[in-house]
């Protein structure tokens, strides 16, 4: 009669004697220069009727479309984000009468190019009835700083658990697990100047009859990792 298949042991979470578990946690935090910076363009435009609010808000949303696309390359994505038109009721009296239209459209430029960012937020704000935010400072969702980030927080996560190792007197065995628990752009920790200023280049303002770029300092963004690992290790000799 044949004997039933032997089946492995099922390891236990927290090790045997004969292979002990270290679980420890890896973390890293980067501060790095932005990559792109992102600014919002709303342009407005109201008159007595329709057709005079869209003729309005036409000339104007164009004007600003083609003072950005003169910048070229600098612009990485230029992106209509909404678009409305809205009555403006009468305060006093019967009835629904209309007083005038507003109409409002939001566009957003996503730049690489910081030494152009400057001059340009204060040309489109230059413009008529046109409102600029921003910017907002951020990393590529593939930037480069969120791999070192990750690859530090392992590295550091071994360095912890040969550390526990070597006080007992033992060393790493293998590698049982390791968990990613998060790599992700968090949120500044302060407000401080950076270490590396961009500033915006200079231009006469007054012969081109333009206002003066604004003098922008990139904030400086922060990338956080943890991982969690498990390595067995030598048994040691207590």
């Given at each position: 009669m044949a004997s039933p298949p032997e089946h492995p042991p099922t390891p236990t979470p927290y090790g045997t004697p004969e292979a002990p578990r270290i679980a420890v946690r890896g973390e890293a935090h980067?501060?790095?220069?932005?990559?792109?910076?992102?600014?919002?363009?709303?342009?407005?435009?109201?008159?007595?009727?329709?057709?005079?609010?869209?003729?309005?808000?036409?000339?104007?949303?164009?004007?600003?479309?083609?003072?950005?696309?003169?910048?070229?390359?600098?612009?990485?994505?230029?992106?209509?984000?909404?678009?409305?038109?809205?009555?403006?009721?009468?305060?006093?009296?019967?009835?629904?009468?209309?007083r005038a239209y507003h109409g409002t459209v939001h566009i957003t430029a996503e730049l690489t190019d910081f030494t152009a960012l400057g001059e340009l937020t204060t040309r489109l704000a230059d413009l008529d009835l046109t409102r600029v935010d921003g910017p907002w400072w951020a990393?590529?969702?593939?930037?480069?700083?969120?791999?070192?980030?990750?690859?530090?927080?392992?590295?550091?996560?071994?360095?912890?658990?040969?550390?526990?190792?070597?006080?007992?007197?033992?060393?790493?065995?293998?590698l049982v697990e390791l968990a990613d628990i998060g790599a992700e752009n968090a949120q500044p920790y302060s407000m401080e100047a950076q270490s590396r200023s961009m500033r915006t280049t200079s231009f006469d303002a007054a012969a081109l009859d333009q206002p003066?770029?604004?003098?922008?300092?990139?904030?400086?963004?922060?990338?956080?990792?943890?991982?969690?690992?498990?390595?067995?290790m030598s048994p040691p000799a207590l």
């Open positions: 980067l501060e790095v220069d932005p990559e792109i910076a992102r600014i919002g363009i709303t342009v407005s435009a109201r008159g007595t009727d329709r057709k005079d609010a869209l003729n309005h808000l036409t000339r104007r949303n164009t004007t600003a479309l083609d003072l950005m696309n003169t910048y070229g390359d600098a612009i990485e994505k230029l992106e209509t984000g909404s678009f409305s038109i809205t009555p403006e009721l009468t305060k006093h009296g019967r009835g629904e009468r209309i990393l590529r969702p593939d930037s480069p700083a969120h791999r070192r980030a990750r690859q530090q927080a392992v590295h550091e996560a071994v360095q912890r658990a040969r550390e526990y190792a070597e006080a007992l007197g033992t060393t790493l065995a293998a003066p770029a604004l003098d922008l300092e990139p904030e400086r963004q922060h990338v956080h990792a943890q991982v969690n690992a498990r390595f067995t």
